[in-house]
């Protein structure tokens, strides 16, 4: 049911593109309207004054051209009588500007210096007294002299135009006053035709306006769509690019922004979440450290003493490397780029550090293939060293005495390609996309040399770190008998 309090267009529940496209159109729509309509007011008036103009040059022209016959008083003369006569009624020319002209459309007369007629090309008021009409009334007095009256006494008969010229004789003296009359009737068929034109192209640039509005709306529309299916996303909880707007870039920094304010959501999410997980991971040694202290104050043997001393160094250096890895990958958080990135031979890099852990490498009779090529990156040759360094420390975890590892650095188009791969246990499908996360870690294998004990997951979370610093990337992917870990470098 309706609420009266509400107004109607709040329960119609229109789109907003839709509503600013209603206010555009009625926008355009009044504007053309009054465009349109002040200029064909313009038309006829501007047609009128532009016939009126040549009609003051045709009669100037006329009047010198009686000025002598008529101070000689020769206006007798058929001579000048022909040729004011065939001007006025002269056939018109068949056709102007596409229009048909079939009629003459002047009249012309000629007044003495007190307005009575002596001579009109049409017969139709010789010898009258035209010295009260404005023409003759104020041209004989030296002013303008023109008016525009009916051409015959029926209600709605067209209007004709007459303007006048004085005729002065060799003095200067007016001695008379000529008048050329046109209809304005034979000027209907130009406004008719310039305001049809004006109102096509009128109609035409209004819905040319519309169109382009429709246009935009749509657009806006379309972007106001992308924006809400982007943030239902976001309320999902599904992980989604903020989409990109070429011509509604506010719409993008309103994405990008609400993205930052989900990161900054979901980051304060995983601080929760890996304090609870840190509280754990030090729970777990100063408990065995605890333990081990409240036995030592006890009278034991020496065996017994020293075993339980070790297990308080253990827990002691797993305390100290979390803090380490901590403050290794809190520093590197907080770096916006590297500071200074110089050229780092990947290949030597790779080959230093597989001597520095060829004790490891023999202890644990690994069989290991190696198929190196020279290549350079831009970044930190120690950082690079110390992810590197995690990767293997990882992989020879994670695979039995006797096992294979394979190591590979080739180059792709604009970047570089290091690729890790050991024998060993496959990694469940939910925990490839997990890697890298802080305080997340697998269990070692059984036969390996650590079975069944966690690390951190520092490590892993440093060397993502590390990539991101040098505009790298990292995946893992399960093989047939290992997993393998790939790296992406952009090349120098």
Same mark, same amino acid.
């Given at each position: 049911?309706?609420? !009266?309090?509400?107004?109607?267009?709040?329960?119609?529940?229109?789109?907003?593109?839709?509503?600013?496209?209603?206010?555009?159109?009625?926008?355009?729509?009044?504007?053309?309207? /009054?465009? /349109?309509?002040?200029?064909?007011?313009?038309?006829?008036?501007?047609?009128?004054?532009?016939?009126?103009?040549?009609?003051?040059? %045709?009669?100037?022209?006329?009047?010198?051209?009686?000025?002598?016959?008529?101070?000689?008083?020769?206006?007798?003369?058929?001579?000048?009588?022909?040729?004011?006569?065939?001007?006025?009624?002269?056939?018109?020319? !068949?056709?102007?500007?596409?229009?048909?002209?079939?009629?003459?459309?002047?009249?012309?007369?000629? =007044?003495?210096?007190? *307005?009575?007629?002596?001579?009109?090309?049409?017969?139709?008021?010789?010898?009258?007294?035209?010295? @009260?009409?404005?023409?003759?009334?104020? =041209?004989?007095?030296?002013?303008?002299?023109? @008016?525009?009256?009916?051409?015959?006494?029926?209600?709605?008969?067209?209007?004709?135009?007459?303007?006048? %010229?004085?005729?002065?004789?060799?003095?200067?003296?007016?001695?008379?006053?000529?008048?050329?009359?046109?209809?304005?009737?034979?000027?209907?068929?130009?406004?008719?035709?310039?305001?049809?034109?004006?109102?096509?192209?009128?109609?035409?640039?209004?819905?040319? *306006?519309?169109?382009?509005?429709?246009?935009?709306?749509?657009?806006?529309?379309?972007?106001?769509? @992308?924006?809400?299916?982007?943030?239902?996303?976001?309320?999902?909880?599904?992980?989604?690019?903020?989409?990109?707007?070429?011509?509604?870039?506010?719409?993008?920094?309103?994405?990008?922004?609400?993205?930052?304010?989900?990161?900054?959501?979901?980051?304060?999410?995983?601080?929760?979440?890996?304090?609870?997980?840190?509280?754990?991971?030090?729970?777990?040694?100063?408990?065995?450290?605890?333990?081990? =202290?409240?036995?030592?104050?006890? !009278?034991?043997?020496?065996?017994?003493?020293?075993?339980?001393?070790?297990?308080?160094?253990?827990?002691?250096?797993?305390?100290?490397?979390?803090?380490?890895?901590?403050?290794?990958?809190?520093?590197?958080?907080?770096?916006?780029?590297?500071?200074?990135?110089?050229?780092? %031979?990947? +290949?030597?890099?790779?080959?230093?550090?597989?001597?520095?852990?060829?004790?490891?490498?023999?202890?644990?009779?690994?069989?290991?293939?190696?198929?190196? =090529?020279?290549?350079?990156?831009?970044?930190?040759?120690?950082?690079?060293?110390?992810?590197?360094?995690?990767?293997?420390?990882?992989?020879?975890?994670?695979?039995?005495?006797?096992?294979?590892?394979?190591?590979?650095?080739?180059?792709?188009?604009?970047?570089?390609? /290091?690729?890790?791969?050991?024998?060993?246990?496959?990694?469940?499908?939910?925990?490839?996309?997990?890697?890298?996360?802080?305080?997340?870690?697998?269990?070692?294998? %059984?036969?390996?040399?650590?079975?069944?004990?966690?690390?951190?997951?520092?490590?892993?979370?440093?060397?993502?770190?590390?990539?991101?610093?040098?505009?790298?990337?990292?995946?893992?992917?399960?093989?047939? +008998?290992?997993?393998?870990?790939?790296?992406?470098?952009?090349?120098?």
């Amino acid at each position: 049911m309706l609420n !009266p309090s509400h107004p109607l267009w709040r329960h119609l529940r229109l789109p907003f593109a839709l509503r600013l496209f209603l206010l555009y159109f009625a926008f355009v729509g009044l504007t053309g309207y /009054l465009v /349109l309509s002040v200029l064909a007011e313009q038309i006829k008036p501007g047609f009128r004054q532009a016939s009126e103009e040549s009609l003051i040059d %045709a009669s100037q022209h006329l009047a010198d051209l009686v000025a002598p016959y008529l101070q000689q008083g020769r206006l007798n003369n058929p001579e000048i009588a022909q040729i004011l006569r065939q001007y006025g009624q002269r056939s018109a020319r !068949p056709e102007l500007w596409g229009l048909q002209r079939t009629t003459p459309d002047h009249r012309i007369y000629l =007044t003495d210096q007190h *307005g009575i007629v002596l001579f009109d090309s049409k017969d139709l008021a010789l010898g009258a007294d035209y010295s @009260r009409w404005n023409d003759v009334y104020h =041209t004989l007095r030296g002013q303008y002299g023109a @008016r525009s009256s009916p051409a015959s006494d029926q209600p709605g008969a067209p209007t004709v135009m007459h303007v006048a %010229a004085p005729v002065r004789a060799s003095d200067g003296q007016i001695i008379g006053v000529l008048t050329l009359a046109k209809s304005n009737q034979s000027l209907q068929p130009f406004i008719d035709r310039s305001e049809r034109y004006l109102l096509e192209r009128g109609i035409a640039l209004m819905l040319l *306006g519309l169109l382009f509005g429709a246009l935009l709306t749509w657009r806006l529309q379309s972007g106001l769509n @992308r924006l809400r299916h982007y943030i239902q996303g976001l309320h999902a909880g599904l992980r989604l690019a903020p989409p990109k707007f070429r011509l509604f870039f506010e719409f993008g920094d309103l994405a990008t922004a609400l993205d930052t304010f989900r990161a900054k959501l979901e980051g304060k999410a995983l601080r929760d979440e890996a304090l609870q997980t840190l509280t754990h991971e030090l729970k777990s040694p100063l408990t065995a450290i605890r333990a081990a =202290t409240e036995i030592l104050g006890n !009278p034991l043997p020496e065996a017994d003493r020293q075993k339980f001393l070790g297990h308080i160094r253990n827990e002691s250096d797993r305390l100290n490397r979390l803090s380490e890895q901590l403050l290794a990958v809190s520093a590197l958080e907080q770096l916006p780029h590297l500071p200074q990135p110089v050229p780092v %031979a990947l +290949d030597l890099l790779v080959r230093q550090l597989l001597d520095s852990n060829s004790a490891r490498l023999a202890t644990l009779q690994v069989q290991l293939h190696i198929e190196l =090529t020279l290549q350079q990156v831009s970044g930190d040759a120690t950082l690079l060293r110390q992810a590197l360094q995690h990767l293997l420390d990882n992989a020879l975890d994670f695979m039995s005495s006797g096992g294979w590892l394979r190591l590979t650095l080739q180059s792709e188009p604009h970047r570089i390609c /290091l690729q890790l791969a050991n024998q060993g246990p496959q990694i469940p499908d939910y925990a490839l996309a997990r890697l890298g996360e802080k305080f997340f870690s697998m269990p070692r294998p %059984a036969g390996s040399a650590n079975a069944g004990r966690k690390s951190t997951g520092l490590g892993l979370c440093f060397v993502r770190q590390v990539l991101a610093l040098h505009q790298g990337d990292l995946q893992f992917d399960n093989l047939p +008998d290992g997993v393998q870990v790939s790296i992406w470098l952009p090349s120098l």
